[in-house]
């Protein structure tokens, strides 16, 4: 979990690089930190654990800190779909942000295909308020990641890969 925590940090690195809002940019950095923080966190926590053996106050340590990163993690995919959505600049040639800017701009592609069927099969009510029964959820970058199969995925690879794993091959 730490590492897979550091490779959400990294792609939210990539991304606020390349965001063309600042705002945007710097809500994906804060986001960013403070997973970064939790990930160290919880990479430390389970280090003592793994020495001091089983006891209920590490456990429940453990997991509280696992809750945090998820919800970190969380706050981090928010934060990059604000940034897709307002607009990233062009990535330089670097493959890992090929990778990253190839996989936002199929999400983005599928967020603007679903609000287009959304618009032409109105679920509004007389008042123009979106009706929530039968409506789709929009898609999120968490859906995307779910969809895919591992080898299809155009997602960055992880700092220090293990030969033949991308960033999201491993689950959250």
Do not use: Y
Not at 9 to 23: E, M, P, Q, S, T
Not at 152 to 171: A, E, L, V, Y
């Amino acid at each position: 979990m730490v590492s897979d925590g550091q490779v959400v940090v990294k792609f939210g690195n990539i991304l606020a690089k390349h965001c063309l809002d600042r705002r945007c940019s710097m809500e994906l950095l804060r986001a960013t930190e403070h997973t970064q923080s939790i990930s160290s966190q919880l990479g430390i926590v389970a280090r003592v654990k793994a020495v001091t053996g089983e006891s209920r106050a590490s456990s429940e340590l453990l997991l509280s800190n696992v809750q945090n990163l998820i919800e970190a993690v969380q706050h981090v995919l928010r934060a990059a779909e604000a940034a897709c959505v307002k607009g990233l600049g062009q990535p330089p040639a670097d493959p890992e942000e090929e990778e990253v800017a190839a996989f936002c701009q199929q999400w983005r592609k599928n967020l603007t295909q679903h609000r287009a069927k959304e618009a032409l099969h109105s679920d509004r009510d007389e008042l123009g308020l979106r009706k929530t029964r039968g409506a789709k959820a929009e898609p999120t970058l968490m859906s995307l990641m779910q969809e895919q199969p591992p080898q299809s995925r155009n997602i960055p690879k992880h700092p220090n890969p293990r030969k033949g794993h991308t960033i999201m091959d491993r689950h959250l």
